[in-house]
């Protein structure tokens, strides 16, 4: 499974990118790979900031990044 970046075109012709599965992660961008930059930057520091501070990650997101063999 992989975590879907959802992409939306402004009327200005900003990009807006969100993933879903984790609450927060919503950037906007000039285009649409800066978008998507951004918002892949952003979700790994939502991650990464989680871990540090214990907090649980969502389900789907856990099973992507980790499996305990």
């Given at each position: 499974?992989?975590?879907?970046?959802?992409?939306?075109?402004?009327?200005?012709?900003?990009?807006?990118?969100?993933?879903?599965?984790?609450?927060?992660?919503?950037?906007?961008?000039?285009?649409?790979?800066?978008?998507?930059?951004?918002?892949?930057?952003?979700?790994?520091?939502?991650?990464?900031?989680?871990?540090?501070?214990?907090?649980?990650?969502?389900?789907?997101?856990e099973s992507l990044i980790f499996q305990a063999v």
């Amino acid at each position: 499974m992989n975590l879907a970046i959802e992409l939306e075109q402004e009327t200005d012709g900003c990009w807006i990118a969100e993933i879903d599965a984790l609450n927060g992660v919503l950037v906007y961008g000039e285009t649409r790979e800066e978008a998507i930059k951004k918002v892949k930057i952003l979700a790994l520091q939502v991650i990464a900031d989680r871990l540090e501070n214990g907090e649980s990650l969502p389900s789907q997101v856990e099973s992507l990044i980790f499996q305990a063999v």
